[in-house]
């Protein structure tokens, strides 16, 4: 399951936490609400930003 958890701290700045994203689809998701917000300070990567998301792999061969 997905989750973005965004705070907004006394002081304006915004934190955007993401959960149950691996890899690069991390950032595609907050790519435009980063944008929105305007200037990005910093980031911070979790450990599952540095897992590779599950896929499945089809090979067909054709045999005689």
Request: net charge positive; hydrophobic share 30%; aromatic share 4%.
């Amino acid at each position: 399951m997905t989750e973005i958890k965004i705070r907004i701290g006394k002081d304006g700045k915004v934190n955007i936490d993401v959960a149950g994203v691996k890899g690069k689809a991390c950032t595609d998701l907050t790519k435009s609400i980063e944008k929105a917000l305007g200037k990005v300070e910093s980031t911070r990567k979790t450990s599952e930003f540095y897992q590779q998301s599950a896929s499945v792999n089809n090979t067909q061969s054709a045999g005689n």
